[in-house]
Nanobody, 120 residues
Framework: QVQLVESGGGLVQAGGSLRLSCAAS????????MGWYRQAPGNQRELVAA???????NYADSVKGRFTISRDNAKNTVYLQMNSLAAGDAAVYYC??????????????WGQGTQVTVSS
């Protein structure tokens, strides 16, 4: 069994920064693509940033230059550094990781979500 646990969300003033973490644990053989998504009330879930197994990254246009995704394979963790936060960034943030388990199964796993609130 594989679990993803997110942390780092909270309340921040506009212009501030937060760092989200998502740690994977369990019967992990390898971690492949990792990503962060967000969903605001009334909106569909959208991709914010993704990082491949070899470290290639891509970002939503709305966060380019402000957010940075990174990974630490030794810790089975993906991070999202968010700077210059604005009201439009407020949402529940979810991590998603493609994991191959020790039993050879590859699937996409999701974290429980962490709330990011931006005050003006």
């Amino acid at each position: 069994q594989v679990q993803l646990v997110e942390s780092g969300g909270g309340l921040v003033q506009a212009g501030g920064s937060l760092r989200l973490s998502c740690a994977a644990s369990g019967r992990i053989f390898s971690l492949n693509a990792m990503g962060w998504y967000r969903q605001a009330p009334g909106n569909q879930r959208e991709l914010v940033a993704a990082i491949s197994g070899i470290g290639s990254t891509n970002y939503a246009d709305s966060v380019k230059g402000r957010f940075t995704i990174s990974r630490d394979n030794a810790k089975n963790t993906v991070y999202l550094q968010m700077n210059s936060l604005a009201a439009g960034d407020a949402a529940v943030y979810y991590c998603s990781v493609d994991i191959t388990s020790t039993r050879g199964y590859t699937g996409s796993y999701w974290g429980q979500g962490t709330q990011v609130t931006v005050s003006s």
